[in-house]
């Protein structure tokens, strides 16, 4: 059923059609409305599930081991710093091979505090083990969440759904919700082989000594291999189910004849698309590609889609400093010594909007002259010249500087 609605509203609507039993809840700007709506889904009694509000971040994530490790099906979510405070059970989770599905409302880390979108969040967590995929618009928010429950139950391995704060979370689209009919037959009851029972005690997530750790370790580097198959074929049976694509490891966009790449995740890749059209429609050969699983990440599938690229712009929204951001890291790495120059641009941390403008600019630049890499999009150098010059290098006076 198509409704006009707040992405949060869309994606609480599809949790709840996923008919999960413990939902575990603290608020943190901007994933709040999303609990907020299934909270009222339980107390009306439209969701049958065990609603619990815990203290913290670390304690929901705590909470939904708990009740995953019981073998019922489970949910939470968090933004920014929340979802730094439950680290130590981000890993606990996936070290556990817990079914959980968590919704991660994009959002940039402080100091200095800041409650805008980027990528920085899920940066922070990327190697815990957990499946992480990105959804573009809200209607893939949507689609993803109850892909993200098959996902999981069918590896054994939690399930983290990136969503743009605010840029998604809070716009209003127009959304196709499906029936509960619909999910029921896509989504089957959550049977679990790994239960704790105190009729049959055991223990899971115990000590393991130098001895195994390795092989512990090798095994869930195992599941992130096998993910790369079930992703995209779960991505088609939704598309055999509900009759539209979403999903998968990736998609590509005029990619046939691109000798120009942009590589993207998120939201920021409807934009680029837009500005795509209208390079090409003054007669540059440019494309992109939307990586929507991020974790595993799909080398072989981006070396076939960009194997004739001759230059591949990667954007991130986010970045390691002192060194550039982390989907170019990956995607350099895979091309090394294939052909293409690969470019590492960074836009849109926390909240910056990345406009068809900027990134036209930015291609005409790239056409022109090269740049340096990383190139950060639109930035204010006049403010960060004011700023550097007022920074003293020592505590001494010396010539290294225009403070001292």
Known sequence: MLKQIEGSQGIAAAVALCRPDVICAYPITPQTHIVEDLSVLVKS????AEYINVESEFAALSVAIGASSTGVRSYTA??????????????????????????????????????????????????????????ETNQEAVDLHIQAFRIAELLRCPVMVCVDGFVLTHASDRIDIPTQEEVD???????????????????????????LFTEVRYLAHVKQQTALSVIPQVADEFYEAFQRPSGGLMRGYHLQDAETVVVSMGSMTGTIKEAIDE????GHSIGSLNIVSFRPFPAEAIQKALKKARTVIVIDRAIDPGDGGPVF???????????????????????????????????????????????????????????????????KSCSSCRAC
Not at 45 to 48: F, N, V
Not at 279 to 282: G, L, S, T
Not at 348 to 376: C, D, I, W, Y
Request: charged share 20%; with cysteine.
């Open 329 to 395: 890291q990956q995607v350099q790495r895979i091309l090394m010594g294939k052909g293409p120059m690969v470019c590492s641009v960074i836009a849109g941390l926390g909240g910056r909007a990345v406009t068809r403008r900027s990134l036209r600019q930015l291609f005409e630049q790239m056409r022109s002259s090269a740049v340096e890499s990383p190139h950060f999009l639109d930035l204010d150098t006049k403010t960060l010249s004011d700023f550097l010059s007022t920074q003293r290098c020592c505590s």
């Open 185 to 211: 037959n896509f989504l089957p009851s959550f049977l679990s082989d790994q239960t704790l029972d105190p009729t049959r005690p055991l223990s899971i997530g115990a000590m393991v000594g130098p001895e």
């Open 78 to 135: 968090t933004s920014s710093q929340g979802l730094l405070f439950m680290a130590e059970a981000v890993y606990n989770a996936s070290g556990m091979e817990l079914p959980i599905v968590m919704t991660l409302g994009n959002r940039a880390i402080g100091a200095p505090i800041n409650i805008w979108n980027d990528h920085s969040d899920a940066m922070a967590m990327r190697n815990a083990g957990w499946i992480m995929l990105f959804a």
């Open 279 to 282: 390079e090409r429609a003054a």
């Open 45 to 48: 009694g439209k969701l049958k």
